[in-house]
C-alpha cells in the first residue's frame, strides 16, 4: 500500500494501464463477430448517412423502409458517422471499420469510468481499481467491439455523470468548458438512444441537490448565469442529437416523444430460454433484470454493492464521498424502473449494459473506502486485498481463457457459463459464429478442390453473408433451424443454439454426435460445425415423409438413426411416419425415444399427444397437453391439443374455451381450431355454427 500511496505514482499508472488496454483492444478487435445488432444497424446507419448527404431527400432513415421495426425511433450518431467513414475510405471489410468506431466508445467509457471513479475518491487510486473492475467484468468487455447500441450508450451516459458533476461542482461561477463538454455527453448520448434523456433528470436533481447545499440560490446572479449555462448545454445535447436523427430531425419535439413513448414499453417480442424454460420477452417476470445482474456480476462487484449499501449508513462514509449518491442512483433507479414498469427486456444484460460502469465506480468506491482505512493496519489491509485480488481474477481467468467469447459469463453463485448452460441464454449475440466460420473455411472449405457452390445450412445467416466473402470457394447460404437440419440437402452447417430447450441443449441433441468442431466456452458448446451425412439419409427420409412414401420413410430414417441416435428430428420423422401407416404401436416407441432427449420440445410433444388421442389414450394425451401450457404457456399448441382431448371426452365446452386460448396466443393455428371447432359443434348439433367454422377453416 505505500507504493500506491503516492498520488504521481498512481497517477501514471492509471494512464499507463489505458494505454496498454488501448493497444490489447486495438490488437483483439477483429476477433470479434458480426453481432445480432449489428447488420441491422449497419443498413440504419448507411440510410442516415444517405439522408445527410442528401440533405433529407432520401427518406429511408424516416419512413424505415428496409429497415427492421422501430429503427428509425433510435438515433443514429453512432451508425451514422461509421457509415461516413465507410463511404469515404471504402474499406473492403466495412464491419471491421464499423468494429473499431465501437471500441473507441467503449474504451471512452473505460476511461470516464476511471475519471469518475477518480473524482468521486479523490485518488487515482480509485480511478485504477474502477478500471481494473470495468475491464474484468466480461459482460461490459465482451461486447466493446462489437455492440453498435448498447456499448456507445453504455460509454456516453458515464462520461455525461462526470461532466454533471464537474458542471455543478462550479455553480457559483459556471465555466463553459464543462458546459460544452456536458452537452456534448448529452448529445452523443441521446443521439444513440431516447433513454439519454434520464441525464438530464439526473441534472436538474444535482442542480438542485448542489444549489441548496452551497446557498448557491440565495445569489440571484448566480442562478441567472447558471439558468444561461444550462439552456446552452440543453440546445447543444437536444439539437446536436437531432442532426444525426432523421426522425428527430423531421419534427425535433412530437417524434423523440413517440420514440420515448414506444421506447418505454418496447413492442419487440423474443423467445428465450429463461430458468429453464422457453418465455416469451414480453411474459418475463418483473424480476428478469435484477437477476440477470446477480448471476452476471463479477463476485467482487456484487461485494461492492452490499458493502456500499452497508457502509451507507454510515455518516462519515457519506460525507467522504459527495457524488456518490448520483453514481448509485444512476444504476438503481433504471433497474428499479424497468421492475416497477415491467419492461419489456430481454438478451440478458444487454439493455442494462449502461449501468455497469457506475456499479464498477460504486465497487471502487467501497474498496478503496476499505484500503485506505485500514492502510496502516496490515493484518486487516493485506487480507482485503488478498480477497480483493482472488475476486478479480476469478472472472480475468474467464476473460483470457474464453476470449473472445467473455460476454457470455456467469459467476460462481450458479456455477459458471456451465450451470448456466441450458437454464439461461449463452451466445445470444451471434459471436461465436465467426469463430466457426473461420475454422470450416480453414479447415475443410480450403481442401475442398472445386467451382461449384458448396451449400451451407445455418441459423444466423446476416453474420455469415458477410463471413461468405472470404470463403475459400463459392458458398451458397440456407437459412436452416438447427432443429430441422434433415429438412433441406446441404454440405455444411453452422448452427449455434439459440432457440433449444433445456433437455436438447443437456441431453446431447446439441452439438450433435457427428460435429466435425465445436466452438466453446468453459467447455460448453456455443456453436457447433456439422459435414453432413454423404448419403443425406434424414433428408432422403424427410423428403419421402412428405411424399407419402412411408416404406422409404420408414428405411431411410432408420437408416439415419442408426448412424445418429440422439437426432431428436428424426426420431419425430419417424414416429410421424408411423402415425400416417396408422401403426400406434410403433409410432409410440419412436416418439419415446424422441422425448427421452426431450420431454420440452413442443413438436415432439404435440404428436406425442396425437399418437395417444389416436391410440384412444385420452388421459396421457390430456398430461402431455397440460405439461405443453405449462412449458409453453404463452403458446397456443397446448391450448389446442387439450381441446382436441376434452372433444373426444365430449367436454365440448372446456374445449372450445381452449380454442379461444389457442387462437389468443397463436392465430397461426386459426385453419386447425376452426375446423375443430366445426366439428364440435356438429357434434352439439348446431350445423349452422359448424359451417360457419368449416367455412372459415377453409378460407371462405
Same mark, same amino acid.
Given at each position: 500500500?505505500?507504493?500506491?500511496?503516492?498520488?504521481?505514482?498512481?497517477?501514471?499508472?492509471?494512464?499507463? #494501464?489505458?494505454?496498454?488496454?488501448?493497444?490489447?483492444?486495438?490488437?483483439?478487435?477483429?476477433d470479434?463477430?458480426?453481432?445480432?445488432?449489428?447488420?441491422?444497424?449497419?443498413r440504419?446507419g448507411?440510410?442516415?448517412?444517405?439522408?445527410?448527404?442528401?440533405f433529407?431527400?432520401?427518406?429511408?432513415?424516416?419512413?424505415?423502409?428496409?429497415?427492421?421495426?422501430?429503427?428509425?425511433?433510435?438515433?443514429?450518431?453512432?451508425?451514422?458517422?461509421?457509415?461516413? #467513414?465507410?463511404?469515404?475510405?471504402k474499406?473492403?471489410?466495412?464491419?471491421?471499420?464499423?468494429?473499431?468506431?465501437?471500441?473507441?466508445?467503449?474504451?471512452?467509457?473505460?476511461?470516464?469510468?476511471?475519471?469518475?471513479a477518480?473524482?468521486?475518491?479523490? %485518488?487515482?487510486?480509485?480511478?485504477?481499481? /474502477?478500471?481494473?473492475?470495468?475491464?474484468?467484468?466480461?459482460?461490459?468487455?465482451?461486447?466493446?467491439?462489437?455492440?453498435?447500441?448498447?456499448?456507445?450508450?453504455?460509454?456516453?451516459y458515464?462520461? /455525461?455523470?462526470?461532466?454533471i458533476?464537474?458542471?455543478?461542482?462550479?455553480?457559483?461561477?459556471?465555466?463553459?468548458?464543462?458546459?460544452?463538454?456536458?452537452?456534448?455527453?448529452?448529445?452523443?448520448?441521446?443521439? +444513440?438512444? +431516447?433513454?439519454?434523456?434520464?441525464?438530464?433528470?439526473?441534472?436538474?436533481?444535482?442542480?438542485?441537490?448542489?444549489?441548496?447545499?452551497?446557498?448557491?440560490?440565495?445569489? %440571484?446572479?448566480?442562478?441567472?448565469?447558471?439558468?444561461?449555462?444550462?439552456?446552452?448545454?440543453?440546445?447543444?445535447?437536444?439539437?446536436?442529437?437531432?442532426?444525426?436523427?432523421? *426522425?428527430?430531425?423531421?419534427?425535433?419535439?412530437?417524434?423523440? *416523444?413517440?420514440?420515448?413513448?414506444?421506447?418505454?414499453?418496447?413492442?419487440?417480442?423474443?423467445?428465450?430460454?429463461?430458468?429453464?424454460?422457453?418465455?416469451?420477452?414480453?411474459?418475463?417476470?418483473?424480476?428478469?433484470?435484477?437477476?440477470?445482474?446477480?448471476?452476471?456480476?463479477?463476485?467482487?462487484?456484487?461485494?461492492?454493492?452490499?458493502?456500499?449499501?452497508?457502509?451507507?449508513?454510515?455518516?462519515?462514509?457519506?460525507?467522504?464521498?459527495?457524488?456518490?449518491?448520483? +453514481?448509485?442512483?444512476?444504476?438503481?433507479?433504471?433497474?428499479?424502473?424497468?421492475?416497477?414498469?415491467?419492461?419489456?427486456? *430481454?438478451?440478458?444484460?444487454?439493455?442494462?449494459?449502461?449501468?455497469?460502469?457506475?456499479?464498477?465506480?460504486?465497487?471502487?468506491?467501497?474498496?478503496?473506502?476499505?484500503?485506505?482505512?485500514?492502510?496502516?493496519?496490515?493484518?486487516?489491509?493485506?487480507?482485503?486485498?488478498?480477497?480483493?485480488?482472488?475476486?478479480? /481474477?476469478?472472472?480475468?481467468?474467464?476473460?483470457?481463457?474464453?476470449?473472445?467469447?467473455?460476454?457470455?459469463?456467469?459467476?460462481?453463485?450458479?456455477?459458471?457459463?456451465?450451470?448456466?448452460?441450458?437454464?439461461?441464454?449463452?451466445?445470444?449475440?451471434?459471436?461465436?459464429?465467426?469463430?466457426?466460420?473461420?475454422?470450416?473455411?480453414?479447415?475443410?472449405?480450403?481442401? #475442398?478442390?472445386?467451382?461449384?457452390?458448396?451449400?451451407?445450412?445455418?441459423n444466423?445467416?446476416?453474420?455469415?453473408?458477410?463471413?461468405?466473402?472470404?470463403?475459400?470457394?463459392?458458398?451458397?447460404?440456407?437459412?436452416?433451424?438447427?432443429?430441422?437440419?434433415?429438412?433441406?440437402?446441404?454440405?455444411?452447417?453452422?448452427?449455434?443454439?439459440?432457440?433449444?430447450?433445456?433437455? @436438447?441443449?443437456?441431453?446431447?441433441?446439441?452439438?450433435?454426435?457427428?460435429?466435425?468442431?465445436?466452438? $466453446?466456452?468453459?467447455?460448453?458448446?456455443?456453436?457447433?460445425?456439422?459435414?453432413?451425412?454423404?448419403?443425406?439419409?434424414?433428408?432422403?427420409?424427410?423428403?419421402?415423409?412428405?411424399?407419402?412414401?412411408?416404406?422409404?420413410?420408414?428405411?431411410?430414417?432408420?437408416?439415419?438413426?442408426?448412424?445418429?441416435?440422439?437426432d431428436?428430428?428424426?426420431?419425430?420423422?419417424?414416429?410421424?411416419?408411423?402415425?400416417?401407416?396408422?401403426?400406434?404401436?410403433?409410432?409410440? @416407441?419412436?416418439?419415446?425415444? /424422441?422425448?427421452?432427449?426431450?420431454?420440452?420440445?413442443?413438436?415432439?410433444?404435440?404428436?406425442?399427444?396425437q399418437?395417444?388421442?389416436?391410440?384412444?389414450?385420452?388421459?396421457?394425451a390430456?398430461?402431455?397437453?397440460?405439461?405443453? $401450457? @405449462?412449458?409453453?404457456?404463452q403458446?397456443?399448441?397446448?391450448?389446442?391439443?387439450?381441446?382436441?382431448?376434452?372433444a373426444?371426452?365430449?367436454?365440448? %365446452?372446456?374445449?372450445?374455451?381452449?380454442?379461444?386460448?389457442?387462437?389468443?396466443? %397463436?392465430?397461426?393455428?386459426?385453419?386447425?381450431?376452426?375446423?375443430?371447432?366445426?366439428?364440435?359443434?356438429?357434434?352439439?348439433?348446431?350445423?349452422?355454427?359448424?359451417?360457419?367454422?368449416?367455412?372459415?377453416? @377453409?378460407?371462405?
Open positions: 500500500m505505500n507504493f500506491f500511496a503516492d498520488e504521481k505514482n498512481n497517477r501514471k499508472i492509471f494512464w499507463a #494501464l489505458l494505454a496498454v488496454i488501448f493497444l490489447v483492444l486495438l490488437l483483439i478487435t477483429p470479434y463477430g458480426i453481432s445480432g445488432d449489428d447488420a441491422t444497424q449497419w440504419y448507411t440510410s442516415v448517412w444517405n439522408y445527410l448527404k442528401t433529407g431527400a432520401d427518406k429511408t432513415a424516416v419512413t424505415g423502409k428496409y429497415l427492421e421495426n422501430t429503427q428509425t425511433l433510435y438515433g443514429g450518431i453512432v451508425d451514422g458517422v461509421a457509415a461516413m #467513414l465507410i463511404d469515404i475510405f474499406p473492403e471489410n466495412e464491419f471491421i471499420v464499423r468494429h473499431y468506431w465501437i471500441m473507441l466508445f467503449g474504451f471512452t467509457g473505460i476511461i470516464y469510468t476511471g475519471l469518475l477518480r473524482k468521486i475518491t479523490g %485518488s487515482w487510486l480509485g480511478g485504477i481499481l /474502477a478500471v481494473l473492475f470495468i475491464v474484468f467484468t466480461p459482460r461490459f468487455f465482451g461486447e466493446i467491439c462489437n455492440n453498435p447500441k448498447d456499448i456507445p450508450f453504455a460509454a456516453t458515464v462520461m /455525461a455523470l462526470y461532466y458533476i464537474l458542471w455543478v461542482e462550479n455553480l457559483a461561477a459556471p465555466k463553459w468548458k464543462y458546459t460544452v463538454l456536458l452537452g456534448i455527453a448529452i448529445m452523443l448520448c441521446l443521439g +444513440i438512444r +431516447i433513454g439519454g434523456l434520464l441525464l438530464l433528470a439526473y441534472l436538474f436533481l444535482a442542480y438542485v441537490i448542489a444549489m441548496w447545499q452551497s446557498k448557491t440560490y440565495k445569489n %440571484s446572479a448566480a442562478v441567472k448565469t447558471t439558468v444561461v449555462h444550462g439552456v446552452v448545454l440543453l440546445l447543444i445535447g437536444y439539437f446536436g442529437a437531432c442532426v444525426w436523427w432523421p *426522425y428527430a430531425w423531421e419534427d425535433p419535439i412530437s417524434h423523440p *416523444y413517440e420514440a420515448f413513448k414506444v421506447m418505454s414499453d418496447y413492442p419487440l417480442t423474443v423467445k428465450m430460454l429463461f430458468e429453464g424454460q422457453i418465455v416469451y420477452s414480453s411474459f418475463l417476470p418483473a424480476y428478469y433484470t435484477p437477476k440477470f445482474i446477480a448471476i452476471t456480476l463479477p463476485l467482487f462487484a456484487l461485494v461492492g454493492i452490499a458493502g456500499t449499501i452497508v457502509m451507507l449508513t454510515n455518516k462519515e462514509f457519506r460525507a467522504r464521498y459527495r457524488f456518490l449518491w448520483l +453514481i448509485i442512483f444512476s444504476w438503481a433507479f433504471p433497474v428499479f424502473y424497468i421492475v416497477y414498469k415491467h419492461s419489456v427486456v *430481454y438478451d440478458g444484460m444487454r439493455h442494462t449494459l449502461f449501468v455497469l460502469p457506475a456499479i464498477a465506480i460504486t465497487t471502487a468506491v467501497f474498496f478503496y473506502y476499505l484500503l485506505q482505512k485500514f492502510r496502516e493496519k496490515r493484518p486487516v489491509s493485506l487480507p482485503i486485498a488478498g480477497v480483493l485480488a482472488i475476486l478479480v /481474477a476469478l472472472p480475468a481467468r474467464y476473460s483470457f481463457a474464453n476470449h473472445p467469447n467473455q460476454y457470455i459469463y456467469f459467476n460462481e453463485l450458479i456455477g459458471g457459463v456451465k450451470g448456466a448452460y441450458g437454464i439461461y441464454e449463452t451466445d445470444y449475440y451471434m459471436n461465436s459464429i465467426k469463430e466457426g466460420f473461420d475454422w470450416l473455411n480453414e479447415n475443410e472449405l480450403a481442401k #475442398l478442390n472445386t467451382k461449384d457452390s458448396v451449400v451451407l445450412a445455418t444466423c445467416v446476416e453474420p455469415i453473408f458477410q463471413y461468405m466473402l472470404r470463403s475459400k470457394v463459392p458458398l451458397k447460404i440456407k437459412y436452416v433451424r438447427y432443429y430441422q437440419k434433415n429438412a433441406d440437402d446441404w454440405d455444411y452447417g453452422i448452427f449455434y443454439g439459440r432457440f433449444l430447450d433445456r433437455e @436438447e441443449l443437456q441431453k446431447g441433441f446439441f452439438p450433435a454426435k457427428n460435429a466435425i468442431h465445436n466452438v $466453446t466456452a468453459d467447455g460448453v458448446t456455443l456453436t457447433t460445425i456439422l459435414k453432413n451425412d454423404p448419403e443425406r439419409l434424414g433428408y432422403k427420409g424427410y423428403d419421402a415423409m412428405l411424399m407419402k412414401d412411408t416404406l422409404n420413410a420408414v428405411y431411410y430414417l432408420n437408416a439415419a438413426i442408426k448412424k445418429d441416435p440422439y431428436i428430428e428424426l426420431w419425430g420423422h419417424l414416429a410421424n411416419t408411423y402415425y400416417t401407416m396408422n401403426k400406434m404401436k410403433e409410432a409410440k @416407441e419412436a416418439i419415446d425415444k /424422441a422425448r427421452e432427449i426431450s420431454t420440452i420440445d413442443i413438436i415432439t410433444a404435440d404428436l406425442a399427444g399418437i395417444a388421442l389416436k391410440s384412444g389414450d385420452i388421459n396421457s390430456l398430461q402431455l397437453y397440460s405439461e405443453i $401450457t @405449462e412449458n409453453y404457456p403458446q397456443g399448441e397446448g391450448y389446442l391439443g387439450l381441446a382436441r382431448a376434452q373426444a371426452q365430449g367436454n365440448f %365446452s372446456l374445449a372450445l374455451d381452449n380454442i379461444s386460448t389457442a387462437l389468443d396466443y %397463436s392465430p397461426y393455428l386459426q385453419q386447425q381450431a376452426y375446423r375443430l371447432a366445426g366439428m364440435i359443434y356438429q357434434a352439439t348439433g348446431d350445423m349452422e355454427k359448424a359451417q360457419k367454422f368449416l367455412n372459415m377453416a @377453409e378460407g371462405r
